[in-house]
């Protein structure tokens, strides 16, 4: 059975950078699409990124030039890396996984992945 644990948060300063991962077990990342979500307090979850098995990644604006998702395969590991970060970037981050061979990855809803981790906390903050 698939499952994913995500790390790497924290509290960090405005400005600051965080790096967190998403180990995945029970099968390998080579036939998935991967995306990052996010959770404010009272807010619903929202798309932040999104990779493909060919390497394809789609960013939602509020993110674009500041964050980057990448995978190791041979770690069988999804990463956000995110640099600049605002206090606006504070939320509870989820990967998720979906069963997918296209070149391009959807960032529409988190209906569109069936498998998630826990989350990790990341809190922005002077």
């Known amino acids: 059975q698939l499952q994913l644990v995500e790390s790497g948060g924290g509290l960090v300063q405005p400005g600051g950078s965080l790096r967190l991962s998403c180990a995945a077990s029970?099968?390998?990342?080579?036939?998935?699409?991967i995306a990052w979500f996010r959770q404010a307090p009272g807010k619903e979850r929202e798309a932040v990124a999104c990779?493909?098995?060919?390497?394809?990644?789609n960013y939602v604006d509020s993110v674009q030039g500041r964050f980057i998702v990448s995978r190791d395969s041979a770690k069988n590991t999804v990463y956000l890396q995110m640099n600049s970060l605002k206090e606006e970037d504070t939320a509870v981050y989820y990967c998720g996984l979906k069963y997918w061979g296209e070149r391009w990855c959807p960032l529409t809803s988190p209906s569109d992945y069936a498998y998630w981790g826990q989350g990790t906390q990341v809190t922005v903050s002077s």
């Open positions: 990779n493909t098995i060919s390497d394809n990644s």
């Open positions: 029970g099968s390998t990342l080579d036939y998935y699409a």
